[in-house]
């Protein structure tokens, strides 16, 4: 259940977990979310907070049904964590400690935002790499 998250991340350890791509056909995004069109978005969750959801502006109203804080992007979400991840970490203050990434997006895409993660944030790990 999504009251038992916190509980479960603090056992495995996690510091915040990251849901990427769809809301439809991938089941990460779709447990947060309850499915909708939403595309190439990102979920924030981090202990003890509620998650929050950035999305393509475009879709911001079918985001906002999904009951989460939605923050649309001007620029797509997958580019933008590309491009410099730091200004959306940094906001939810995931700059150290553990996380781990859940969803559905193109293989390139998941290497290039761990690249990218990597070089912004060397004390960040990533379970499950």
């Known amino acids: 259940m ?9 056992a495995a350890n996690l510091d915040a977990i990251v849901v990427l791509g769809n809301a ?18 990102a979920l924030f969750k981090t202990q003890g907070q509620a998650p929050i959801l950035y999305c393509n502006a475009m879709e911001r109203e079918e985001a906002a049904r ?35 990434i859940y969803g559905m997006i193109e293989a390139g895409d998941l290497i290039s935002i761990v690249d990218a993660l990597r070089a912004a944030f060397p004390d960040l790990k990533i379970v499950g790499e």
Do not use: C, W
Not at 2 to 10: A, F, N, Q, V, Y
Not at 30 to 38: A, K, L, N
């Open 66 to 100: 999904s009951g989460l804080e939605v923050r649309p992007q001007r620029f797509g979400v997958v580019e933008t964590l590309v491009k410099d991840p730091k200004p959306i970490f940094e906001e939810h203050g995931i700059t150290a400690g553990h996380i781990a």
């Open 24 to 41: 439809q056909n991938n089941p990460p995004m779709y447990y947060f979310t309850g499915g909708g069109h939403i595309s190439h978005a």
């Open 2 to 10: 999504k009251s038992d998250l916190d509980t479960l991340m603090k």
